[in-house]
């Protein structure tokens, strides 16, 4: 089994993806933002590699206009190099990575100038996995779309549509159901027919469960069997409903009971879990330590590394039962653990507890730091104190000091991202 996030990684330095307005899409702009993108690719992909992650969902927006005719370059071509290696990487690791196209590839359109950009968008998502070197295994996932009043007429079409693209791209392409109008009845219907895989989604069908109910092991294992041999293992989507939001809207985190209360019922061990979820990779962490064969309480130390800075700004009280917590090296005690630390993110950050937490930051570099440098630290901490600077401008300070002494321990740390 693999847990995995999708697109952003946060908590690890220059992974963000840029973009460009298309009145600055020239070909040199182009170039150089596709360089950049596949740069952080790279970065996430080493991160993934490091911290065991197996499973990953690669943006859309890789490639700025990479569907559009604004960009006209032979973008595999020209970042050849840099594809071959990122796809080396993820070869050799034994990684899984996907891509899933937004609302506006929508397959089913009975306008053709959407179909055939909807076309246009599944090529392009197929060219970043093969320029990856990248297997059938690897998917691409897309929602069924509307319905436009009649949801049968509206599967006829995609199922047309469907043949019009190219062999590669059909074997890649798996559906998944939605939280308004394609229950999971109806994408496997629709699987079954294309003889492509469906995609479960706890969530949407809690949302949009099918006039026949059915529990999720039920509806997971009938998705199951539209997974075939050279597809890979099945896939599902897990995500949490945040409280008091819209229907489908996602937590910031997973909650580990309940996801374990989830997990424990599946009746195959092996299947892969895509989490979607705001903070991305930090659940993915917690579930795989949640659930990991190899209980070794480094796994929980390497955490508490990159959390402690930001939990010693809300609660030196947290901050000290954690520490006690994991002085028992013989026990494993991952539910209490991330338990303390989902409960902390709950308090706000108190300046005396902040000031205390920068200062355990700025020891890192006092002995080395130039006197402008002291002074600097010294003015914005004084400025934070009085209410006359930002929290913002002082770890600002504490971060370029990271990155320019190589602080490697620090620049892992979720004390800067964190908010």
């Known amino acids: 089994m693999s847990i ?92 899984r990575v996907s891509l899933h196209p937004g609302q506006y590839t929508v397959m089913n359109s009975p306008t053709e100038d959407v179909v055939a950009r909807a076309i246009e968008d599944l090529n392009y998502h197929d060219k970043i996995l093969t320029a990856l070197g990248a297997d059938q295994t690897n998917k691409i996932v897309l929602h069924v779309g509307g319905s436009n009043g009649d949801k049968a007429a509206a599967m006829d079409r995609f199922a047309a549509n469907f043949q019009r693209l190219p062999e590669i791209v059909q074997n890649r392409l798996i559906i998944e159901n939605d939280e308004r109008l394609y229950n999971i009845e109806d994408v496997l219907n629709l699987a079954n027919r294309l003889q492509i895989p469906a995609i479960y989604d706890n969530l949407h069908h809690a949302i949009n469960p099918p006039p026949s109910g059915g529990h999720d092991q039920y509806w997971i294992a009938e998705a199951k069997k539209t997974w075939k041999e050279e597809d890979g293992k099945q896939k599902i989507h897990y995500s949490q409903q945040a409280i008091g939001k819209r229907p489908g809207a996602h937590t910031e985190t997973i909650n580990l009971e309940t996801f374990l209360q989830f997990y424990n019922q599946l009746v195959d061990p092996t299947i892969d879990i895509m989490l979607e979820v705001k903070e991305k990779k930090l659940s993915a962490i917690k579930c795989q330590n949640a659930t990991t064969e190899t209980q070794h309480l480094k796994l929980l130390e390497k955490e508490w590394g990159r959390y ?5 700004e809300r609660s030196p009280a947290i901050y000290q039962a954690i520490r006690t917590l994991l002085k028992d090296k013989a026990d494993y005690p991952v539910q209490e653990f991330y338990r303390l630390i989902d409960a902390v993110f709950t308090e706000e950050i108190r300046p005396g507890y902040a000031e205390n937490a920068a200062a355990h930051v700025w020891g890192y570099f006092k002995k080395n730091a130039t006197d402008t440098e002291r002074s600097q630290y010294e003015k914005n901490l004084t400025n934070y104190r009085n209410n006359t600077g930002t929290l913002e401008t002082l770890k600002r300070q504490l971060f370029k000091l990271a990155e320019k002494y190589e602080t490697d321990y620090l620049l892992q740390s979720l004390y800067f991202y964190l908010e």
């Open 4 to 95: 995995g996030y999708a697109c952003l990684n946060i908590g690890t330095p220059h992974t963000n993806i840029r973009s460009l307005m298309q009145k600055n899409a020239t070909a040199e702009k182009l170039t150089e933002v596709t360089a950049h993108n596949l740069e952080t690719l790279e970065r996430i992909v080493d991160y993934n590699i490091a911290n065991d992650i197996h499973l990953y969902r690669i943006s859309s927006d890789l490639i700025p206009f990479g569907s559009s005719p604004v960009n006209t370059l032979i973008w595999p071509e020209i970042h050849k190099e840099a594809f071959e290696r990122i796809g080396s990487k993820i070869r050799k690791s034994g990684m």
């Open 308 to 312: 402690k800075y930001a939990i010693l």
